[in-house]
């Protein structure tokens, strides 16, 4: 009955209590909203902590996993590195072990020459040798990063991926890009800018692996925020991934972002599922993993029982840079390694195919949950060391301080946050509890069944 057909008494007792009741609503809304039990809090010192530890995780396990990355392609890699290893080489070697020794390539070809010798020579562990760093070398794995963190500082949280793909070109050294980032810059060059410019129509990369290794710092800059970390990454996965490219990407960053508050590896994993589509491939991948790892005690044991599905395709191996396969090895490692730091680094590195920078994402969602001052010293000894720095030279200095890129991080985290809802109170930041929500699905060809 609408409220005019009433007689007057009743039309306004109705009205006062309906008046009542959305001044009570108001009201409730307004102490959700002021409450600090509706705020997540962690102090300014702990987030610069965590934020040193996710991009020192990720620093260390690239790094330390450099020499084997590609060489075992649907294989286990048969040992572990217990120390800072490399291969050796010696005045009877090839050149190709002499280079390779020095310095390995970013991304390697996996044509069987002239890999094949090479390749022959890295398996045998008598070959390899233990180290000491003294550089952090340049690798796509953080230096991506460092554009998007130049982007943001230089043109402000509302920048646009049309802008950042126009840093690239301006600054970013094209023959220091490859897959999927590769693809995209020579879409920027034809003018086709983001988010065409990772789709499949202009891309064969949409399920490549560099988003998913490249979105750690959207993380780190949305603590406890997993719809903001969503919606940089949509706004930035999309410059050169697509589907399952972009939601590795959201997992990724909602893993690290949930990791400043939760240490239970199972739980971030179980958590990374509400961040994107349930029906995506990536999604099932996970929800495999996690089925393995209650049903195998042994790592060993799941990585078999998982390759069948997840690894061949119409009985060939999926492309190495497949990013549904190397994040079952991420996952791998942050499951079975059970937040132990070397031990989620080995098994992730050991499952192969991309197995530096699978172990760089456990060892930088690792990395948040400790801390740097938890990080073992033996690793977290590469803070203090420069960064080496070859392809965006023209905006960092030749040799990078890990100060400058961990008070960049942490400046752009306070803006983030404060200008999501959060707000600082003695040292401390408060910031608003967000559930995950998921993207609307997208999808390329290839989906295991």
Known sequence: MMIKHLRPFKRILLACLVWMLIAGMQSSFAQVSESKDQYRQISLEEYNNKVAGGWMGQAIAVLWGQWTEGIWQGEMIPFELNDWYKTKATSESSPEVINWAKSPPVAITYEPEPWGKLKDYIKDFNNWETWTPNEMCDQDDLYLEFMFLYSIRSKGLDVSATEIAEDWLKYLDKKRTWGANKNAYSNFEKGIWPPLSGHPDHSHYGDAIDFQIESDLFGLINPGMPRISNFWCDRVGHIMNYGDGVYAGMAMAAMYGEAFFESDPRKLAEFSLRAIPAECGYAKMVRDVLDLHQKYPDWEDAWRA????????????????????????????????????????????????????????????????????????????????????????????????????????????????????????????????????????????????
């Open 306 to 449: 998982l390759q069948p599905k997840w690894a061949w395709k119409d009985g060939k191996l999926v492309p190495g840079l497949d990013v549904k396969l190397n994040g079952a090895y991420v996952y791998m490692g942050l499951l079975y390694g059970g937040g132990d730091f070397l031990k989620s680094m080995n098994i992730s590195m050991r499952c192969g195919t991309d197995s530096d920078c699978n172990p760089s994402s456990v060892a930088g969602i690792l990395g948040t949950v400790l801390g740097l001052d938890r990080i073992p010293e033996k690793w977290a000894v590469l803070r203090d060391l420069p960064i080496d720095n070859m392809s965006i030279s023209e905006i960092y200095p030749a040799s990078i301080n890990w100060d400058d890129i961990l008070e960049a991080t942490v400046e752009v985290g306070k803006w983030n946050i404060l200008q999501h809802g959060g707000y600082i109170e003695n040292g401390i930041l408060f910031i608003p509890y967000q559930s995950p929500a998921s993207p609307p699905l997208e999808q390329t060809s290839w989906i295991a069944k």
